[in-house]
C-alpha cells in the first residue's frame, strides 16, 4: 500500500487513490461538491451551475444521508491526501446502479480526473454491486454536460423529474424551467459473471 492509502484504497496508477468515505469526511465533501457547481469558485471549472442555480449543492446533512444510505458507496478520489473528486453510487434492486453526487474539483477538472472516477464508478457498480445499468440524472439545460456522458456511453432514456422548486437545500433557481433529464449505460457483466 502506498503511503496516503487506506484500507480498502484502490489507485488509479496516475497519483489517484480511490477509497469509499468515511463520516469524517463530511466536512471536506460538502466544501468540493460546492465548489464544483457553485460561487465564484465553480467558474474555474467547466461543470459550474452558477448562471442556474445559487446557493448550495449539498450541506452536511447531505452528505451524512448518503453515507448511511443502504446499498450506497460514497466514493472519494484522492490526490496527495486530498479530496480531489467524489461521487455516489447507490444499488437498486432492480440490477442498476445510480450514479449522483459527482464533483470534481474546479482546479483539477478537464485533466481526466472525471472520466477516472465515472470509471471507477462504473467498476464499483458492476463488479462490487452486481449491476448491469447505471443511470443518472442531469438537468436538461446542461448540455456540456449531457453531451460529455453521451461520449462516455450514456444515452438518453426520455425519462425526467421536475427540479425541487422551494427545497432551498438543492439551491436557489434562478430559471424557471429547471427539470432533470434521465440518462442510462448498460454496464460489462461483472467479473465471474
Given at each position: ?48 451551475e452558477a448562471d442556474l442555480l445559487g446557493g448550495q ?25 486530498r479530496p480531489a473528486a467524489c461521487c455516489e453510487v ?99 457483466a461483472p467479473l465471474g459473471g
Open positions: 500500500m502506498r503511503v496516503g492509502e487506506r484500507s480498502g484504497a484502490r489507485g488509479d496508477g496516475g497519483g489517484i487513490v480511490f477509497r469509499d468515505a468515511a463520516e469524517g469526511d463530511v466536512s471536506a465533501l460538502v466544501e468540493l461538491v460546492n465548489s464544483a457547481y457553485r460561487g465564484g469558485a465553480s467558474r474555474q471549472g467547466w461543470t459550474t449543492r449539498v450541506d452536511s446533512g447531505q452528505i451524512a444521508e448518503a453515507l448511511a444510505r443502504p446499498g450506497a458507496r460514497v466514493l472519494v478520489a484522492e490526490r496527495d491526501g447507490v444499488g437498486g434492486g432492480d440490477g442498476s446502479a445510480y450514479f449522483g453526487m459527482f464533483a470534481v474539483r474546479p482546479g483539477a477538472q478537464g485533466g481526466g480526473l472525471g472520466g477516472s472516477v465515472l470509471a471507477e464508478a462504473e467498476r464499483t457498480a458492476a463488479e462490487e454491486m452486481g449491476c448491469t445499468s447505471m443511470r443518472m440524472t442531469v438537468l436538461r439545460q446542461r448540455a456540456d454536460l449531457i453531451a460529455w456522458y453521451e461520449r462516455r456511453g450514456y444515452r438518453r432514456t426520455g425519462g425526467t423529474a421536475p427540479f425541487p422548486y422551494g427545497d432551498e437545500r438543492f439551491g436557489l433557481p434562478k430559471r424557471d424551467d429547471l427539470v432533470f433529464e434521465e440518462l442510462a449505460k448498460e454496464l460489462s
